[in-house]
Nanobody, 127 residues
Framework: QVQLVESGGGLVQAGGSLRVSCAAS????????MGWFRQGPRKEREFVAA????????YYADSVKGRFTISRDNAKNTVYLQMSSLKPEDTAVYYC???????WGAGSPATSDFGSWGRGTQVTVSS
């Protein structure tokens, strides 16, 4: 089972940038699809971004497309989410997720498409 630990969350003003990271351990990282989800106050957990095993394919929610960038460094067993032009509605706990299989087809992945999760890191965007 892969262990995931997020870091890099914090408080940022609207329009600012922040990068969150997720370090994986316990497995061969390059064998895992990686994703980021978020859960805002009184909201369900939602998909943000995902990246393929090698990083060649990236997937984004419409709400973050053009503002967020997902990347991975397989040598460092780490996946990143670079967030720019942040909005107050981006405020949420951001969770890293992993799975060995690319389970979803057309559309965005669901939480059930990922079998391993980190504990999350809080991102707060002030207006």
């Amino acid at each position: 089972q892969v262990q995931l630990v997020e870091s890099g969350g914090g408080l940022v003003q609207a329009g600012g940038s922040l990068r969150v990271s997720c370090a994986a351990s316990g497995v061969t990282f390059s064998n895992y699809i990686m994703g980021w989800f978020r859960q805002g106050p009184r909201k369900e957990r939602e998909f943000v971004a995902a990246i393929s095993y090698s990083g060649n394919s990236r997937y984004y929610a419409d709400s973050v497309k053009g503002r967020f960038t997902i990347s991975r460094d397989n040598a460092k067993n780490t996946v990143y989410l670079q967030m720019s032009s942040l909005k107050p509605e981006d405020t949420a706990v951001y969770y890293c997720a992993a799975d060995r299989i690319h389970r979803w087809g057309a559309g965005s992945p669901a939480t059930s498409d990922f079998g391993s999760w980190g504990r999350g890191t809080q991102v707060t965007v002030s207006s």
